[in-house]
């Protein structure tokens, strides 16, 4: 069992910057598919970032390449989510999730231990 719970969501303007934080508990992160998913109202959810075991490999969509940066930290446990240059679009509720099998971390099915969001509002 996987507990996540995300912080670091609020408001900014346009341009701005925001760091997200994804505190695990009841196993060890490094181990599984760790990713940063975004919905927005009306929206599909859509995979924003993701890190595989042992934080060595990440991906980004298009959308977050370049101003968004996925971490972890093992010590303390936790999944970031670094993001800079806001844009109105970046408004959504973002999401923290785990995929404890560990292959295929681009794959959202794959994830089966979710946060209950963080919300993002970018105003222009």
């Known amino acids: 069992q996987v507990q996540l719970v995300e912080s670091g969501g609020g408001s900014v303007q346009a341009g701005g910057s925001l760091r997200l934080s994804c505190a695990a508990s009841g196993s060890t992160v490094s181990r599984y598919c760790m990713g940063w998913f975004r919905q927005a109202p009306g929206k599909e959810r859509e995979g924003v970032a993701m890190i595989y075991p042992g934080g060595g490999v990440k991906y980004y969509a298009d959308s977050a390449k370049g101003r968004f940066t996925i971490s972890q930290d093992n010590a303390e446990n936790t999944l970031y989510l670094g993001m800079n240059s806001l844009k109105p679009e970046d408004t959504a509720m973002y999401y923290c999730?785990?995929?404890?099998?560990?292959?295929?971390?681009?794959?959202?099915?794959?994830?089966?231990?979710w946060g209950q969001g963080t919300q993002v509002t970018v105003s222009s």
């Open positions: 999730a785990a995929g404890t099998s560990g292959r295929y971390c681009t794959d959202d099915h794959e994830y089966n231990y």
